[in-house]
């Protein structure tokens, strides 16, 4: 079922000329250590699980896994700390194809860790994360970053105080350059689009909404907001983005939806497959391929269609490796 995902995806595997921009991603890697049981277990129980594994997991560093299997040429930035579990981390980067060039590695702290239990029963993931001691990173990191290797920036809603001024930074650096083509969804010629995904419901991550061309909002975060339905939460939203922006909303089971930058909706089921085994990285998953389609000038429905399609056959199969 997943197998042919991909391979149906316009694009996905074709032989291109062009030089293709990398999509850089911003944020978060960390160890996922998942313990797969039959059910989830009552507190304070002992339970023996049907698999155990490591994983790299993070949004960003999630988000480039997939760009990676959809052929995108892309980016990871973000710290790492050169303790234990590099070798893992990089090694896992490579075997992805995905280009680390530019992250930060810092001695003395520990890889930030999410102890995952993955319910066979339902396929809900229930994550414990931990992060002990690695820095963020920071503008002066990112100013390091040469932007006219990028076609596309993607960050994580996280880290405010630094990732504000890195927008901002972003903002500056289009001023003075231009794209060939218009990029279409109201972007115009503008060379470096900036998306930005809120997922965890904290109000500190709002700050940052009026600075996305392209704004992901997951389910979690919309119901902070008190919203209950996804035309809700795109009406809300967009009171507070930039006037041209489109704000993408996924809800689970419920699929996805999207406002477009002239107040268009548009929408997508989701598309089960037969049994729901992992859905952890389900919203990461959905976000990459929206973004590859949205790099590629795909319209929006098809888009947030795409994105759906490949996010129903990730939550059919363990982890991300198969889905092409
Ligand atoms: P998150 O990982 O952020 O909680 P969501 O649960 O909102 O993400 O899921 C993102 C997308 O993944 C949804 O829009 C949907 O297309 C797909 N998806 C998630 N769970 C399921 C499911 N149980 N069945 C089918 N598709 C799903
Ligand atoms: C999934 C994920 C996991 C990670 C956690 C961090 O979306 O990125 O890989 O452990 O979220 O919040």
């Keep these: 079922v997943c197998g042919s995902v991909l391979s149906h995806i316009p694009g996905v595997g074709s032989d291109s000329n062009l030089e293709e921009k990398k999509i850089l991603c911003v944020g978060l890697a960390c160890l996922d250590i998942i313990q797969v049981v039959k059910e989830f277990p009552e507190e304070d129980s002992d339970t023996r699980c049907i698999s155990m594994r490591w994983q790299r997991g993070g949004n960003a560093s999630n988000n480039c ?15 790492l700390s050169k303790q234990q579990h590099l070798d893992f981390m990089m090694n896992d980067f490579k075997a992805h194809n995905i280009n680390i060039d530019n992250c930060v590695y810092y001695d003395n702290c520990d890889t930030p860790i999410s102890v995952v239990i993955s319910s066979l029963t339902t396929g809900s993931r229930t994550i414990i994360h931990s992060n002990k001691n690695l820095p963020e990173l920071t503008l002066e990191d990112f ?55 809120i997922e965890k419901p904290r109000a500190a991550a709002q700050d940052l909404i009026p600075m996305a061309d392209v704004l992901f909002v997951s ?13 809700e939460t795109l009406r809300n939203l967009a009171l507070d983005t930039k006037h041209n922006a489109t704000i993408i909303s996924a809800w689970g089971e419920r699929g996805a939806m999207a406002r477009a930058h002239d107040g268009t909706f548009v929408q997508s089921p989701a598309f089960p497959p037969n049994k729901v085994v992992d859905t952890l990285g389900a919203g990461d998953t959905f976000c990459a391929t929206t973004l590859y389609g949205l790099s590629r000038g795909f319209s929006l429905q098809d888009c947030i269609f795409l994105g759906c399609q490949v996010a129903g056959a990730k939550v059919g199969i363990d982890g991300f490796v198969g889905l092409n």
């Excluded at 896994?65 to 710290?79: D, K």
């Excluded at 970053?145 to 405010?160: K, P, T």
């Excluded at 389910?219 to 035309?231: H, L, Q």
């Design 65 to 79: 896994t997939v760009l990676s299997q959809l052929g995108v040429p892309c980016e990871f930035f973000g710290t």
């Design 143 to 197: 100013k390091k970053l040469d932007l006219s290797q990028y076609g596309w920036i993607h960050f994580e809603g996280r880290n405010v105080e630094e990732v504000t001024p890195m927008i901002e930074w972003v903002e500056m650096w289009n001023e003075s350059h231009s794209s060939e083509q218009d990029r279409g969804y109201g972007l115009g010629h503008k060379p470096l689009p900036v998306s930005l995904e």
């Design 219 to 231: 389910k979690d975060f919309a119901e902070f907001r008190g919203c209950t339905t996804m035309s």
